[in-house]
């Protein structure tokens, strides 16, 4: 309850206007609603603090001229200070001195064509539910800063006062957008779908209905500098009313751009006005579909309202988005959907974790099921995978070009305004054989907005091994939502790639002599190999081995398998009917001939296979070929041949199911995150020491996770035993306590029951991860659609 003065100003306009090239400003202010006519002055603060003007306001209207004025940018969000007194009151304004414009179809702030690093926001909190307080809004805004976003997209209503105030104080980008949506006329029964969009849109019933939310979006928040869009609701097709309302909220503010997606929807038999969205909108196109749009040419700044389904393991694809945003100066930018899980905290569940709760989990008979669980953060904000991908791939500043003659590195600065040297400071680590061998630091006086400079390394002697570079963009000191030491991000490039020099490798699969020879004892279902110490059977029905022991302890005691299947991601919402429809989550192995050579050397099974489900034709025929070598090598030789009809792959390869004491690990690799062929530029190539346990992706629908690519080799111990993978070509690999069945079968983490085992995957591939749950479908080069795989790695056994 506020009690005012009886002589008060109820309403006012604070407006901008910049001559950027003079470096004036004028500040417009403007009384639009008083009671008993107060006397009214002002004072003007400068971004220091300092009064720079004062006096009094004549006719309820004064315009301040401003020279040499400070411009706001979410880069540099300097603020001005309006204090507005009458007799008995003072209101202060946070003014921020910015323009913003489109010219030549460009989205301009300042002069500047702004790159938009969006990400759409919903109040929510697993306690509280859409309830926030300004510590949890000042959090989600700390990690947005820091994980480089700098605008924000109000899904799908206005937000409370006071985020727009920290907006403007910490620097981001407000699209603002009305509280309107009618996308349950979609699901009218027996009617067009989304046809039905235009339902409302159209019928003057609603006109005022429309029309009152648009201004109760506007006239509350129309002083803050930063809204620079108006977006006039969401999903809720267009027509006569939307005309109507994009024509009220000109009227209510001229000095900002217009928004509507929903114009996508627009019936196309029906004469449209368009003239007052400023900018082209659409959610979740493909690739193909943006480039189509380019290729036919634009009339206005093009923007993904909504883009990369962040839902479970997820998004994958980011790269390609950003590189059509960087080539096309149209493309003003996207917002990832979304920031945040929603779920529900339901307290702790036996051993400690917290169970969230999400559609059904209620006994509610309508839901969503865990459509909404579908962010880039946990709903406690500890961030997902695909937070520290989006990180990296808007990262401040990059590494563009390599001279290995002169050894010099060329990094652009990716910022629309602040100068690299004043921000961030770069380090460089030399690997050799994915570890640390040198750590230097570049000298950068300045860099500024978008220039390219040419960079010196020192270097070491470069050894003749796999050496790669690993750049990582430090910020210098506190700033804003910054803290000094954080990481922005970081660019790697591989300098040299002599595999066959790789130390560890070469140790892995050296062949010694064994005196002993080999034993060889074969029946109608399996092969009995004595090697020395070791001991391996081979079942003949599967084409893989189901014991492997030496004198003193067991390795493997459970059959290998074949793996296809992987626990869908919840961007595999859709395509997983294919798969299961194809039989991948039940495949048998059929073997129609086994031949052994046995040579001085080497023992050599080959098998001829295939995987069958039980209902349909064949997935792949399999030629495998294992050589046993002295001193415990396994080589694999596979030759997979995929089923031109069937669809594209989840992953290909083998499980190799362990004692559950095979806890520790240690690979070379992409890491420390979990990586997929689209989902990888969080991590970079090097040595991970790590865990099993720590492996573990913990998704609140389970579901794959954890996988780690371009890898060549993994060593899997306990305190007595080491298993290790090698390859020359790279290979994938999965490590869990979890089953695939498990991780498929189970709706919570917290109801997923570890076995008393370790799974080893060896993959070839996994398909990448996309973000189909609403976005296009999976790129096609990102799907395991080869007809023919060839994949060579070996396996090794010894006691620590």
């Keep these: 309850i506020l009690e005012r003065a009886k002589s008060r100003i109820v309403d006012y306009k604070i407006d901008t206007d910049i001559n950027l090239e003079n470096k004036i400003g004028f500040l417009n202010f403007k009384v639009t609603d008083k009671v008993n006519n107060p006397n009214i002055t ?14 009094i306001i004549n006719n309820d209207y004064v315009t301040l001229k401003i020279e040499d004025v400070e411009l706001w940018n979410p880069e540099e969000p300097l603020l001005y200070t309006l204090l507005i007194k009458t007799e008995d009151e003072v209101i202060k304004e946070k003014v921020g001195m910015r323009v913003i414009s489109v010219e030549d179809s460009v989205l301009k702030l300042n002069g500047v064509n702004v790159k938009l690093r969006g990400v759409n926001h919903h109040d929510s909190h697993p306690l509280n539910g859409y309830v926030m307080t300004e510590e949890d809004l000042l959090l989600d805004l700390r990690l947005m800063k820091q994980y480089n976003f700098n605008s924000i997209r109000t899904a799908h209503y206005p937000k409370s006062p006071i985020f727009y105030e920290m907006c403007d104080e910490y620097g981001f980008l407000v699209i603002s957008e009305a509280d309107i949506e009618t996308h349950g006329v979609v699901e009218l029964y027996g009617l067009g779908y989304l046809e039905n969009y235009n339902m409302i849109a159209n019928d003057p019933v609603y006109e005022k209905v429309i029309e009152d939310r648009i201004e109760a979006s506007i006239i509350p928040y129309k002083n803050r500098p930063c809204i620079f869009m108006w977006s006039v609701g969401n999903e809720s097709g267009f027509g006569c009313n939307f005309e109507k309302g994009l024509i009220r909220a000109r009227d209510l503010d001229n000095t900002r751009l217009l928004h509507y997606e929903g114009a996508f929807y627009a019936d196309k038999n029906r004469e449209n006005d368009f003239s007052n969205i400023d900018v082209i909108s659409r959610m979740y196109p493909s690739i193909d579909e943006i480039k189509e749009y380019f290729n036919k040419g634009i009339d206005k700044p093009f923007i993904l309202c909504e883009y990369a389904h962040a839902m479970g393991n997820g998004p994958g694809g980011l790269k390609e988005y950003d590189e059509l945003i960087q080539e096309h100066k149209e493309f003003a930018g996207g917002y990832v959907w979304e920031w945040c899980d929603h779920a529900i905290d339901m307290g702790k569940s036996k051993d400690g974790k917290t169970m969230y709760g999400y559609g059904g989990d209620f006994g509610e008979i309508s839901h969503d099921g865990n459509f909404c669980v579908d962010g880039l953060v946990y709903p406690n904000r500890v961030p997902h995978t695909g937070l520290l ?15 290995e003659i002169n050894k010099k590195v060329k990094l652009k600065n990716m910022m629309d305004f602040k100068d690299i040297g004043d921000f961030l400071k770069v380090k460089y680590k030399l690997f050799s054989d994915g570890n640390v061998i040198s750590e230097k630091e570049l000298l950068i006086d300045t860099l500024k907005s978008k220039e390219e400079k040419w960079y010196s390394l020192d ?29 922005l991000g970081h660019d790697q490039i591989v300098w040299s790639n002599n595999v066959r020099n790789l130390k560890s490798f070469e140790s892995i699969t050296e062949v010694k002599s064994c005196e002993e020879g080999f034993i060889v004892n074969e029946s109608a279902e399996e092969i009995n190999i004595v090697n020395g110490d070791f001991n391996y059977v081979y079942d003949k029905n599967t084409a893989l081995f189901k014991l492997i022991e030496n004198k003193k302890c067991r390795f493997i005691e459970d059959s290998m398998k074949f793996k296809v299947w992987r626990a869908p991601t919840d961007n595999d919402r859709k395509i997983k009917f294919q798969w299961i429809e194809a039989g991948f989550n039940n495949l048998e192995s059929r073997v129609y001939k086994t031949t052994i050579e046995n040579k001085e050397s080497s023992i050599t099974i080959t098998s001829h296979m295939s995987l069958i489900p039980i209902y349909r034709e064949k997935v792949l025929d399999i030629v495998i070929k294992w050589s046993i070598l002295p001193n415990g090598l396994i080589k694999s030789e596979i030759d997979a041949v995929k089923n031109v009809n069937s669809p594209f792959l989840p992953r290909f390869g083998v499980e190799v199911k362990l004692d559950k004491s095979y806890e520790n690990l240690s690979y070379f690799g992409l890491g420390p995150y979990e990586n997929y062929q689209d989902k990888h530029y969080a991590s970079y190539l090097g040595r991970f020491n790590t865990s099993v346990s720590k492996i573990h992706e913990d998704y609140i629908r389970p579901q794959e996770n954890g996988s780690r690519s371009l890898c060549k080799e993994v060593e899997i111990y306990n305190e007595n035993l080491s298993i290790y993978v090698a390859s020359q070509d790279d290979f994938s690999f999965n490590v869990s306590h979890f089953s695939t069945e498990e991780l498929t079968n189970k709706k919570h983490n917290f109801e997923l029951v570890q076995d008393d085992a370790t799974y080893l995957i060896i993959d070839y591939k996994q398909s990448g991860i996309g973000s189909n749950s609403c976005g296009p479908e999976l790129d096609h080069k990102y799907r395991l659609n080869e007809t023919a795989m060839k994949f060579n790695f070996y396996l090794k056994f010894e006691e620590r």
Aim: proline content about 7%.
């Design 42 to 55: 002002y004072s003007l603060l400068n971004p220091k603090g300092e009064v720079i003007q004062s006096g």
């Design 389 to 403: 991908e989006y990180q990296n791939i808007n990262r401040p500043i990059r590494l563009i070009e390599i001279d």
């Design 459 to 487: 270097l070491p002697g470069i050894p003749n091994t796999i050496v790669t570079i690993l750049f990582e963009y430090i910020v210098k000191a506190d700033f804003l939502l910054y803290k000094e030491g954080l990481k």
